[in-house]
């Protein structure tokens, strides 16, 4: 008997359709994008040997169709579009369909091996949903206090005062259902408690470091840096050694780290005196303070992952045995 190969699964997503394909083998079926269809598609990769299901973010919704495949056991991978079309031009694949856009999803599966990450629970994805409007709101709020500075119209102040009220009450709101959302998470609870316990990071970054990196303290630290867009990319060829700089990531973790780490150069004596070496090494005060950024990331994957809250004096080896 033949071994089974291992297929990769692409599935471009719309909004009342999934295009399927299966790489190596070239199948490809289209199913409904509803509980119905999603019960037809693992039926159908029910008999395959899957590594892994490829597939871009598409809005709300690819949310059922991920939580689906994600409880019957299917390794899921959420592909960066960015990243999904610079795959389709490095192989010569300008044309974008469904179809076209499976098959390619699928193949970079196969080709690449992407880790597929944990499905969020449905209280981080409502948190996360929340916290997505939340940005949202803060930046109208900026938007309308800059437009009131250009009104001379009594009305028109009148209309900004009443939306900025409204934006504040909406804000409020949506803090309130966030603490409760996290005080019913007993997991999710403990693990803002650590991140609160690093000093210079408050309540607002700690709850972005929560919603937007779940998958903070399973990551080594270099991985949760690149995730970040804070690890520094090196530019060198033959005996050139180009500048380091940062790009990609999570750009709302990187502006939600920034505060904290202007806080910690100034009031944290490791980090203050790490940012103060970098100065006096000649480096420009940005890219000190990204690495600041850094190694605030960095101390939260340590913490999270083990277990424990800030201290001065990190534990040895026998208190961490003992604890």
């Given at each position: 008997?033949?071994?089974?190969?291992?297929?990769?699964?692409?599935?471009?997503?719309?909004?009342?359709?999934?295009?399927?394909?299966?790489?190596?083998?070239?199948?490809?079926?289209?199913?409904?994008?509803?509980?119905?269809?999603?019960?037809?598609?693992?039926?159908?990769?029910?008999?395959?040997?899957?590594?892994?299901?490829?597939?871009?973010?598409?809005?709300?919704?690819?949310?059922?169709?991920?939580?689906?495949?994600?409880?019957?056991?299917?390794?899921?991978?959420?592909?960066?579009?960015?990243?999904?079309?610079?795959?389709?031009?490095?192989?010569?694949?300008?044309?974008?369909?469904?179809?076209?856009?499976?098959?390619?999803?699928?193949?970079?599966?196969?080709?690449?091996?992407?880790?597929?990450?944990?499905?969020?629970?449905?209280?981080?994805?409502?948190?996360?949903?929340?916290?997505?409007?939340?940005?949202?709101?803060?930046?109208?709020?900026?938007?309308?206090l800059n437009r009131a500075q250009a009104y001379r119209s009594w009305l028109l102040r009148g209309q900004v005062a009443a939306r900025?009220?409204?934006?504040?009450?909406?804000?409020?709101?949506?803090?309130?259902?966030?603490?409760?959302?996290?005080?019913?998470?007993?997991?999710?609870?403990?693990?803002?408690?650590?991140?609160?316990?690093?000093?210079?990071?408050?309540?607002?970054?700690?709850?972005?470091?929560?919603?937007?990196?779940?998958?903070?303290?399973?990551?080594?630290?270099?991985?949760?840096?690149?995730?970040?867009?804070?690890?520094?990319?090196?530019?060198?060829?033959?005996?050139?050694?180009?500048?380091?700089?940062?790009?990609?990531?999570?750009a709302s973790l990187r502006q939600a780290l920034y505060m904290p780490a202007l806080v910690a150069a100034r009031f944290n004596a490791?980090?203050?005196?790490?940012?103060?070496?970098?100065?006096?090494?000649?480096?420009?005060?940005?890219?000190?303070?990204?690495?600041?950024?850094?190694?605030?990331?960095?101390?939260?994957?340590?913490?999270?992952?083990?277990?424990?809250?800030?201290?001065?004096?990190?534990?040895?080896?026998?208190?961490?045995?003992?604890?």
């Amino acid at each position: 008997m033949a071994p089974t190969i291992a297929q990769s699964v692409g599935v471009d997503i719309a909004k009342d359709t999934l295009e399927v394909h299966l790489y190596p083998e070239g199948r490809r079926r289209q199913f409904a994008n509803e509980a119905a269809g999603w019960k037809s598609l693992i039926g159908w990769l029910g008999g395959l040997a899957v590594a892994r299901v490829v597939f871009e973010p598409t809005g709300r919704y690819h949310h059922g169709f991920e939580r689906c495949l994600a409880a019957a056991g299917f390794a899921m991978v959420k592909l960066n579009p960015r990243q999904a079309r610079r795959f389709a031009e490095a192989i010569g694949q300008p044309a974008k369909t469904d179809a076209v856009d499976a098959a390619m999803l699928a193949r970079f599966g196969a080709l690449i091996e992407p880790p597929s990450r944990a499905v969020l629970s449905d209280t981080l994805d409502e948190m996360r949903e929340l916290h997505v409007a939340r940005r949202g709101l803060i930046k109208d709020r900026v938007a309308t206090l800059n437009r009131a500075q250009a009104y001379r119209s009594w009305l028109l102040r009148g209309q900004v005062a009443a939306r900025l009220k409204q934006i504040n009450h909406q804000l409020q709101a949506i803090d309130a259902t966030l603490r409760r959302l996290l005080g019913s998470d007993v997991t999710l609870k403990s693990r803002f408690a650590i991140l609160l316990s690093i000093p210079g990071l408050g309540e607002a970054t700690a709850l972005a470091l929560l919603i937007e990196m779940p998958e903070l303290g399973h990551l080594a630290n270099g991985s949760a840096a690149s995730l970040a867009g804070l690890a520094p990319v090196a530019r060198d060829s033959g005996q050139h050694r180009g500048k380091r700089y940062i790009r990609g990531g999570r750009a709302s973790l990187r502006q939600a780290l920034y505060m904290p780490a202007l806080v910690a150069a100034r009031f944290n004596a490791d980090l203050k005196a790490k940012y103060q070496a970098l100065l006096a090494a000649g480096k420009p005060p940005k890219l000190a303070l990204t690495a600041i950024m850094r190694k605030l990331l960095v101390l939260a994957n340590s913490l999270l992952r083990d277990g424990r809250t800030w201290s001065a004096r990190p534990p040895g080896p026998r208190q961490l045995q003992s604890s």
